[in-house]
């Protein structure tokens, strides 16, 4: 970006997955928590309150959260992450999330 050469890591379709689609991502799950479905983080720890974080549009999430929600169309073009962050200082030189 500008000339500035840097590294671009994308959130893949695993990132919310609670090894339900993946089994090595069953130790994202903790204990007690997984009566959730895949496609959802539980962030209450960390926010103090209910609170579940997704990607846009439940994409790559269960399909049981598409499907409860009219008008939702996941799109992995438009609604996966991306980050580029510059190779020697680590700075983010462009964060990439659609919400459409």
């Known amino acids: 970006m500008f000339g500035v050469d840097g590294m671009r890591f994308e959130g893949q379709a695993n990132v919310f997955d ?3 689609k993946h089994e090595e991502y069953k130790c994202y ?4 928590e997984c009566n959730i479905k895949s496609g959802v983080r539980n962030a209450t720890r960390c926010l103090l309150a209910p609170a579940f974080i997704s990607y846009p549009h ?6 049981f959260y598409v499907n409860a929600v009219e ?20 700075c983010t030189s462009n964060v990439t999330i659609s919400i459409e």
């Not at 799950?29 to 007690?32: D, H, R």
């Open 18 to 20: 609670n090894g339900t």
């Open 29 to 32: 799950c903790p204990e007690n």
């Open 58 to 63: 439940f994409y790559a999430a269960d399909d």
């Open 71 to 90: 008008g939702l169309h996941p799109d992995e073009e438009k609604h996966k992450f991306y980050i580029t962050l510059q190779k020697v200082s680590g």
